[in-house]
């Protein structure tokens, strides 16, 4: 087949008959997406959300009888990722290749159950790409011109404004850039768009992200900018290789190219296209829901079917991400208490599409609660009483099992069924899986009330032993239910407990017509054991003890990956232009220091800028308060130091020095001179930590106006993480810290120059 014919959204067979007429004759197919993942840094909990998500999806679309076809994958160009392989002394390629594997490690090691995964360096990728890039070209909706603006390098978005403009979405400086580009006419599609969102209502879900990407687009659509030429670490655009295709053209066509399209074997795209579900982050909304339909409307391609973004997980009240210094891996999960207890506490205690929050001590007790008290002690004593009282076998006809009509648990079931698959179809995974714990807290209440033990106890007639066995027979058709609904969830404990109830490979059972009664009489249980054993206090504390470790392990890495990078870039350019700061010794590493040790390096670290202070995370901006002018001081003058090395006004002109006001302030266990700040730039939140606790007491400090460098590269302090100093002043012979303050009434998150 052609390439031109390969393009097509659907073709025709040799009997006339479009793909789509062949797909209703035979099995269902699901096409589902996740957003690929950029490899900037390693995956954390939030990458796991959106993929476990998409798991648990794709198995309860295939327990139904779908033809599921699951894609992920990783998003590896752009001059991010550019700057992130220089500043760990490796090329892009392996930069984007290491990382990339870990995700795809991960995803391994939790079983998920993807069927494509997709890397943007692939050959693959690339040849369909450029040839989406030359569809559009020959359809006349891309053309070339000239762009000088605003751009962030961070989230590789164009913003309108002028030079000093905040990135919209993740709040930095943007860059101001000058470049001829190639525009993809985004404009012609602003009334196209918006007939699609009214048409199709479930477009874009849930109702919040649609309002919002509605409004953006009736504010007016401008041409978009496709392509860069001021670096080089992406696809070529075909014919003009100077320029390289815009890095979210080339991330969102990932769709539609690993199935094919465009090349010489286009089934799977013709197969799956277009996709029922695409899952991602609120935060990506306005590249998937405007340019992503823009770009096949312009290709003359069927859109996805629905495109659902989900919240924030959040830490500590931010959401997750390396310049925040707040990841959660998930591998310190696994470690402790398996992927069943991750992907459980994922869907059951956030509301999908909502922001959620995660701790360790709400996944301990959310774990312990529904996992090992509930589900796993109604499988346990339910299954060891069948073995205690009749050897292990079920005994009633499985049509025949009936509770008393006082517990209702059949209709129950049915009911708990039909809420399950519904609230699925919904994306609501927590209220299908509260569905079913209320139906399970009806089967324990069942056998609490009826204690079939007792009844034994009392009395061991034939009478009395059938009733007994009715009620465990209940019990055990209950757990078949509740097991085969939970599975797409926790597949390896329902795995488990499929077998224990003698039922075999729950892998190869067929779960789409579930319906209370299928139990066989007879069926003899297999090996009994436990399914979620229960977790004891030192689990939250081991895990937030591996946490810290992977944490200072990742950044000891990046030191060093740093520091020899800079190594190999002075053997190739010369000497240094700075000595290192005086007193400061290469060997001494973080980890070896004591607290007070740590807040000394740092003020010597910052020997250009005076007695600078602090470690950082960023988190949510919060309503700016008064201005509090710093106190004054009767200390003695300083002694005229000695003179320091001159630097040029351009090295100055790199360190950014930001105004913040100070909202929280604490002390810090166990460090005398160490203070625990946030401080608020107006556009984001830093976490601060600092050796001041000597000179300033917490309650001082709040609503307190002081300086930092906004833009210092992380470091990390007692398992905080550093993104930034506060200035300060070293008075007398003991170097008492002043920080910097104001007279006037200075804007908080502008700048010093």
């Not at 707040?326 to 509301?351: K, Q, S």
């Not at 995660?358 to 299954?383: C, H, I, K, M, P």
Request: proline residues 6%; contains cysteine.
């Amino acid at each position: 087949m052609t390439r031109s014919a390969a393009g097509r959204a659907r073709s025709l067979n040799a009997d006339g008959m479009s793909n789509q007429e062949n797909k209703q004759e035979s099995k269902p197919t699901f096409f589902l997406t996740t957003p690929i993942y950029y490899v900037n840094a390693r995956p954390h909990l939030g990458h796991t959300y959106t993929t476990v998500a998409a798991d648990t999806l794709a198995r309860w679309k295939r327990m139904r009888g779908y033809d599921v076809h699951f894609l992920t994958g990783t998003d590896e160009h752009g001059q991010k990722i550019e700057r992130s392989a220089v500043r760990t002394g490796k090329t892009p390629q392996e930069f984007a290749a290491e990382v990339s594997s870990e995700f795809r490690g991960l995803w391994d090691r939790m079983g998920l159950t993807y069927d494509d995964f997709i890397r943007t360096t692939e050959d693959r990728h690339k040849r369909s790409v450029q040839y989406l890039f030359s569809e559009l070209q020959k359809r006349g909706f891309i053309y070339k011109g000239t762009y000088s603006g605003q751009y962030c390098v961070w989230d590789e978005l164009y913003v309108e404004g002028p030079p000093g403009t905040h990135c919209p979405d993740c709040g930095r400086i943007t860059e101001t850039v000058s470049e001829e580009n190639y525009f993809f006419k985004l404009s012609a599609f602003e009334r196209k768009l918006l007939e699609h969102y009214e048409k199709h209502p479930d477009f874009i879900r849930p109702e919040a992200r649609r309002n919002e990407v509605m409004a953006f687009v009736r504010g007016g659509l401008r041409d978009l900018s496709i392509s860069r030429t001021s670096f080089n670490w992406g696809i070529p655009v075909p014919g003009d290789e100077k320029h390289v295709i815009y890095v979210w053209m080339d991330a969102l066509a990932n769709y539609i190219t690993a199935l094919g399209y465009g090349s010489d074997d286009p089934a799977n795209f013709e197969k799956y296209w277009p996709a029922d579900v695409q899952l991602i982050g609120k935060e990506i909304s306005r590249f998937h829901c405007v340019y992503w339909p823009a770009f096949l409307m312009a290709a003359g391609l069927p859109l996805p079917k629905s495109i659902v973004a989900h919240g924030w997980l959040l830490f500590e009240q931010s959401k997750m991400s390396k310049s925040r210094g707040n990841i959660v891996r998930a591998e310190t999960i696994l470690d402790v208490l398996g992927a069943d207890a991750l992907r459980y506490f994922l869907l059951r205690e956030i509301v999908f599409g909502q922001d959620g929050s995660f701790s360790f001590d709400a996944l301990v007790q959310r774990y312990n609660a529904d996992l090992a008290n509930g589900y796993g002690n109604l499988v346990s004593r339910t299954l060891t009483m069948i073995v205690k009282y009749f050897n292990g076998a079920v005994s009633f006809p499985g049509r025949s099992i009936h509770a008393s009509p006082v517990s209702g648990i059949e209709n129950a079931a049915s009911d708990c069924i039909k809420s399950f698959n519904k609230h699925f179809e919904d994306f609501q995974f927590s209220a299908a899986l509260e569905a079913v714990w209320a139906f399970m807290k009806i089967v324990d209440a069942y056998l609490t009330a009826e204690a079939p033990w007792k009844k034994l106890a009392q009395s061991n007639d034939l009478p009395m032993q059938n009733r007994v066995k009715q009620i465990l027979d209940t019990a055990a058709e209950s757990i078949r239910i509740i097991t085969a609904l939970v599975y797409p969830v926790i597949p390896d404990a329902a795995a488990k407990v499929w077998k224990q109830l003698g039922l075999g490979d729950i892998t190869k059972a067929d779960l789409k017509d579930l319906q209370w009664g299928d139990l066989r009489p007879g069926t003899k249980l297999g090996e009994l054991g436990p399914v979620f054993p229960r977790a004891e206090k030192e689990a939250i504390e081991r895990m937030q003890k591996m946490e810290e470790d992977r944490q200072a392990q990742s950044t000891a890495d990046q030191e060093a990956a740093s520091e020899q990078a800079a190594l190999s870039q002075a053997k190739t350019s010369g000497p240094a232009e700075q000595p290192p700061p005086p007193h400061v010794h290469e060997s001494q590493s973080a980890a070896a220091m004591s607290p007070e040790q740590e807040a000394d390096a740092i003020s010597q670290q910052a020997a250009a800028i005076p007695e600078v202070r602090s470690v950082s995370a960023v988190l949510d901006p919060v309503p700016p308060g008064q201005p509090i002018v710093a106190p004054a001081t009767h200390a003695a003058p300083p002694q005229p130091a000695e003179e320091a090395p001159k630097i040029a006004i351009e090295d100055f002109a790199k360190v950014e020095l930001r105004v913040a006001i100070v909202r929280v302030a604490e002390r810090v266990p166990k460090a005398d001179r160490l203070l625990r700040l946030e401080v608020d730039l107006g556009y984001e939140r830093r976490q601060i930590v600092a050796g001041i606790a000597e000179a300033y007491t917490p309650e001082s400090l709040i609503g307190r106006k002081v300086v930092i460098v906004a833009n210092l590269a992380p470091r990390k302090l007692r398992g905080l993480e550093s993104n930034g100093m506060i200035v300060a002043a070293s008075v007398g012979e003991k170097g008492k810290p002043v920080l910097a303050g104001f007279l006037e009434d200075v804007e908080i998150g502008a700048r010093l120059k």
